[in-house]
């Protein structure tokens, strides 16, 4: 399976919390985008994220999982019930 990562680092500067999500929000579209302008063939992405510090840093971001990993992973997520039906 490949993986590609991208990062954005953003030094020196003292950002609010605010801030920090509302950055990490457009950029989450930027590289949704991203994939629809490259044209990347993508089977069954799932797609995970989140912008709340506080709830785990080391996964704020965006990952966009394809193939059967996904498929599994995401079984998983509405086995442990994350998924709600609106």
């Known amino acids: 399976m490949a993986r ?6 953003v030094d020196g500067v003292d950002l609010s919390v605010d801030q920090q999500r509302l950055i990490g929000s457009e950029i989450q579209k930027a590289g949704l985008n991203a994939l629809s ?3 990347a063939k993508l089977t069954n992405p799932l797609t995970l994220g989140h912008g709340n510090l506080k709830l785990r840093p080391e996964w704020y971001g965006l990952w966009v999982i394809d193939g059967p990993f996904a498929e599994d992973l995401g079984q998983k997520i509405n086995d442990i019930g994350f998924w709600l039906q609106r």
């Open 4 to 9: 590609s990562e991208f990062r954005f680092v």
């Open 37 to 39: 302008v490259a044209s």
